[in-house]
């Protein structure tokens, strides 16, 4: 079912591991099958060229392997030129996937995506958009929750969003007590709140 070159990178994957004081730092799921990938790179903050990246993969043999290649072809290239980098680039690199399995390559990009605006929106590089409360779902979609595997819009813990003059309000359901509570807090402040335009987020929860 897969070719050389994927089992290559399956069984002996490179770049796994995390980075102390990565410069950007992410958590992506798969909408398509719940896996998870944590992603770190380290960027030159002159050059912007990706100096270091590491990942860690909770998901299938072909996301290892994805993942795996993805790393060794974005190292040393600068974050706007990995910006362009598509599912299909990789995929190729490995020799092609089955089917059912270029989702697991789509987590990946993804993942690198997520990190590299991660990156640009904290360092003041991202342009500016028309930002409204669907384009803030859309982002609150990339917050996982690993107990379940799942985003929190998906599970309901995101129950409502609103957004007036730089204030991002929401409604959460969430209890204090639950163990993905201070991941889930820490991880919605990292999505949102270096988007250009947004001043503060408020929280508030249903009893
Ligand atoms: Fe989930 Fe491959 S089946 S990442």
Redesign the pocket.
Known sequence: MYTKKVMKHFTHPKNVGEIKNADAKVMEG?L????I?SLYLKINPKTHVIKDIKFK?Y?????IATTSIMTEMVKGKTIDKMKKLEFKDITKALGGLPP??I??SV?AIDALKSAIRNYEEKHGLAKPEDLNESILRSRLRHVMDPKHGKDIVTLGVVQDVKFKKGVVTLLLEISKDDESYSHIMHEIEERIAYIPGVKKIEKNFID
């Open positions: 798969s398509a099958c719940g896996d990938i993969s998901g299938c043999a072909a996301n059912m399995k989702h697991c987590l």
